[in-house]
């Protein structure tokens, strides 16, 4: 995606923790989404951040600097299920960007 | 709640054919986006509705693709004269689009339309 670096992959163990960073460029900002996609599935909405700090949803958290053009999306308690891509976006007006999306494989 | 619906979820088509794909979206979701994507990408943005109006088309849809949604609610996506680079996922997604232009709505994507030029 256009001025939005991620890594392309981690891998991790069941049970440990994940952090996927994901910085951004862009002249109009107003978020930042993060989604998860299964192989050959939509992607599903997973957090959105507007402000900078942390938002704690369960196991998945995500945090936000503006200033730094920075977000991360942390993932605990890693489970087989949560093998997926992980694409951070971040919108401009009514647009959403997309990064190429890291891929997370959680071994047991 | 049904969720944004694609068709069909995979065609295979030779080159130089022109396909279609229809996108349903959830009910009374005012805006409706087309994306595309590679394998090992992200989705790339193609076009955006809102309502009936096409607001933007990206400079990555050529002359041959053609989007529709005629009474607000489906909308489909034509590619003319199909090439091999056309290849690729094709996602639709909606959202409801009452936060004025500058929300931070999510979207709500369908399972997409696989397609494959051969």
């Known amino acids: 995606g256009q001025n939005i670096d991620q890594p392309t992959e981690m891998t991790a163990t069941e049970g440990a923790i994940v952090q996927i960073n994901c910085t951004y460029q862009?002249?109009?900002?107003?978020?930042l989404f993060w989604y998860q996609q299964h192989a050959g599935e939509a992607p599903t909405f997973l957090s959105y951040n507007v402000l900078d700090g942390l938002e704690e949803k369960g196991r998945f958290s995500s945090f936000l600097s503006r200033s730094k053009g920075y977000s991360y999306l942390l993932l605990k308690e890693l489970q087989m299920k949560d093998s997926a891509s992980y694409l951070c976006?971040?919108?401009?007006?009514?647009?959403?960007?997309f990064g190429a999306g890291t891929t997370v494989t959680v071994r047991a | 709640d049904t969720g944004v619906s694609q068709n069909p979820r995979h065609k295979i088509t030779k080159r130089g054919q022109n396909v279609t794909f229809r996108c349903d979206p959830i009910?009374?979701?005012?805006?409706l986006y087309w994306y595309r994507q590679t394998l090992g990408q992200g989705p790339e943005f193609l076009t955006y509705f809102q309502n009936e109006a096409q607001l933007e088309k990206s400079r990555l849809l050529s002359d041959r693709f053609s989007a529709e949604r005629p009474k607000g609610s489906f909308s489909t996506l034509e590619i003319q004269r199909t090439e091999q680079g056309d290849s690729a996922m094709y996602l639709c997604a909606s959202s409801l689009g009452r936060g004025g232009n500058r929300s931070g709505e999510k979207l709500f994507f369908g399972s997409g339309t696989q397609l494959s030029v051969l």
């Open positions: 862009t002249s109009g900002f107003n978020g």
């Open positions: 976006a971040h919108i401009n007006d009514y647009k959403l960007s």
């Open positions: 009910s009374e979701h005012n805006r």
